[in-house]
């Protein structure tokens, strides 16, 4: 295993799997990683669905146009703010950013590669509809997991210089 920090360091997203299926003891392994990520007064605003049938999968494909990231994948966990629990709009928001990162480093610890595909939110009532999820469930992102058909991806950031600030907005972090 390696460290937290090089694991955020490392993750990447996966945009294509093979067909190796992801063990279920893994699937609960990245709710639980979700499940303990930090919310406003504890509330916990999330509902995640578990897709997993080739049949679900073709439908949810149908939502975006991704759909050949979501029919390569073995899961596809729609992520859900329940706006039944809800207490304040930008708190859940964050929350649920925070379940959906957790979700990703706990797929890259577990050697999966994974996708937060956010362009199906252009289908939200689709997806509910598919997932006949209740009124009160709002799509927040579905994530596409699978093995990696791929072994190393890069990426550029930029640089600390160009975000970070010391005390003052324009004093560049050095």
Do not use: H
Request: with cysteine; charged share 20%.
């Amino acid at each position: 295993m390696q460290g937290t920090i090089e694991t955020i360091l490392s993750r990447r997203s996966i945009r294509s799997y093979t067909s190796e299926p992801v063990a279920r003891s893994d699937i609960t392994m990245i709710l639980e990683a979700a499940r303990w990520a930090p919310s406003g007064l504890n509330n916990q605003p999330w509902k995640f669905i578990v897709v997993q049938k080739g049949d679900t999968i073709s439908k949810l494909a149908s939502c975006t146009r991704y759909s050949a990231i979501v029919k390569g994948a073995s899961v596809i966990i729609a992520v859900f703010l329940d706006t039944s629990t809800m207490y304040d709009p930008t708190k859940d928001a964050q929350a649920i950013g925070a379940a959906i990162q957790n979700m990703l480093l706990a797929c890259c610890e577990l050697g999966l590669g994974a996708v937060w595909l956010g362009e199906i939110l252009n289908n939200k009532e689709q997806v509910n509809l598919i997932l006949e999820a209740p009124e009160s469930l709002e799509l927040m992102a579905a994530l596409a997991i699978g093995y990696p058909d791929r072994n190393k991806t890069t990426s550029s950031r930029k640089e600390l210089k160009e975000i970070a600030f010391e005390e003052l907005y324009g004093d560049q972090w050095r």
